[in-house]
């Protein structure tokens, strides 16, 4: 069965640390694709990144990198230098070919103190 | 840059009446979606839709529910009776190819 979880509830940091947010997915099909996703205050979701099971190449944009490692079935999304407006609530998804949707994890609520 | 638009963004209606929630999806995409997030938990699927018809529906779109795509442009769902548990962001997509889908801002209903 296909299950996201992101075991951290919430996370509270000071400006300018580092900050890793956890996702550990579950899925018997080989090919799928990740997501995440960051919900500030306003409510909408903002796609920030996909990455598909055949592609363990990790990312980075700006402050923003993510570690995708198949063996431990995590893609786990790290901030470096946080800043205030990082403030958000921030969610992994998962998406099957052959299953028409995706499925969300609970989320990370992130607060950046200044 | 094209985007997927939810009309109303607040929605307040009262207990066991009917709402419809309106989206206009990106122009060429074939592919629709409703979602729905209870205030602070996860977002969750509802219903998917292509060609006219649904393509899957998970447990929590029941009876109640019913999506249609009345012209060429707009998307909506429908809650026949709304009850207290249907208070949530609702959130439209769109795909015009699996697996990449477009969220638009989200429709807060409000059951009073």
């Known amino acids: 069965a296909q299950k996201v979880t992101q075991a951290q509830t919430e996370i509270s940091v000071v400006e300018k640390e580092d900050v890793t947010l956890d996702c550990v997915y579950e899925?018997?099909?080989?090919?799928?694709?990740l997501f995440w996703y960051k919900q500030p205050p306003s409510g909408e979701l903002v796609f920030l990144i996909r990455?598909?099971?055949?592609?363990?190449q990790n990312e980075i944009s700006g402050r923003y990198s993510w570690n995708f490692q198949k063996s431990t079935s995590s893609f786990n999304f790290t901030i470096t230098a946080s800043q205030v407006v990082d403030s958000a609530v921030y969610f992994c998804?998962?998406?099957?070919?052959?299953?028409?949707?995706?499925?969300f994890g609970t989320g990370t609520r992130l607060k950046v103190l200044a | 840059e094209p985007e997927v638009t939810q009309t109303p963004s607040h929605q307040v209606t009262q207990m066991g009446q009917e709402v419809i929630l309106r989206c206009v999806p990106i122009?060429?995409?074939?592919?629709f979606y409703w979602y729905r997030q209870i205030l602070g938990q996860k977002v969750e699927f509802l219903v998917s839709?292509?060609?006219?018809?649904?393509?899957?529906k998970s447990e929590i779109f029941d009876d109640q529910f019913s999506v249609e795509r009345p012209d060429g442009s707009n998307f909506t769902l429908k809650i026949r009776s709304t009850k207290l548990e249907d208070s949530a962001m609702y959130f439209c997509?769109?795909?015009?190819?699996?697996?990449?889908?477009?969220f638009g801002p989200g429709t807060r209903l409000t059951v009073t």
């Open positions: 997509a769109s795909s015009e190819a699996l697996p990449e889908q477009y």
């Open positions: 122009s060429n995409h074939l592919y």
């Open positions: 990455r598909n099971s055949f592609d363990e």
């Open positions: 839709f292509y060609n006219n018809e649904i393509s899957e």
């Open positions: 899925t018997r099909d080989t090919t799928y694709y």
């Open positions: 998804a998962l998406s099957e070919p052959v299953v028409d949707k995706y499925i």
